[in-house]
């Protein structure tokens, strides 16, 4: 069952401005990352439902933070089907996330009171999720879908809509200025995020470091 409500997600969401993006079917790398971005300051994050048994791996996951990081708010991505909406519900997830807009998605959710963020690459899209309950909508693939100057575009007509792009993303000052600069409520960060060593492996404490580095650069773009 959830622990946060879908208000308290989209409220941190705002708050920090930084969802990090990750999957890994290994649930040590899976903890340790999470840990990671916790210490350096990250309140939201989204792991995402992309391998064969991923969520079992979500469920031991989830138990972790309730344990080690009990103010992360954990959910889902990469879900586009009601059935795996409802399974992941049942095993604890405060979000779902969708590469795409599904309305049967946005009814499971709403019954149970879970925030859902839909995929969106048009302006009728973005109202349309919203009119299912919505309250942060989520533009994919960010970049392709038209960037910082789609998000600019959409808020003229529709100011009150809360933005999260994914895709094209990037923990530098000129990428997350044009977003920011636009009006986005927050933005998805995936593999850019995520230093690693010159083995190839995630290197946990220089991610930390690269979470606080991102946080205080957000604030001040805010």
Known sequence: MAK?????????????????????????????????????????FEFTNRGDYAHEVFTLLNKYAAEHTPKMILGIGSVIDVGTTSLYIQNGANFVVSPILNPEMAKVCNRRKISWSPGCGSL?????????GAEVVKIFPGSQVGGPSFVAAVKGPLPWTNI????????????????????VHC???GSKLFVKNADGEIDYTALTSKVQETLRLIQRLK
């Open 4 to 44: 946060f409500t879908r208000i308290e997600v989209a409220l941190k969401m705002k708050e920090t401005g930084l969802v990090p993006v990750f999957y890994h079917k290994d649930i040590d790398v899976c903890e340790k990352v999470l840990k990671a971005c916790y210490d350096g300051g990250v309140r939201v």
């Open 124 to 132: 009728t899209e973005i109202s349309y999720a919203e009119e299912l």
């Open 164 to 183: 999260m792009p994914t895709g094209g993303v990037e923990p530098t000052e000129e990428n997350l200025k044009d977003w920011f600069k636009a009006g």
């Open 187 to 189: 933005v998805g960060m």
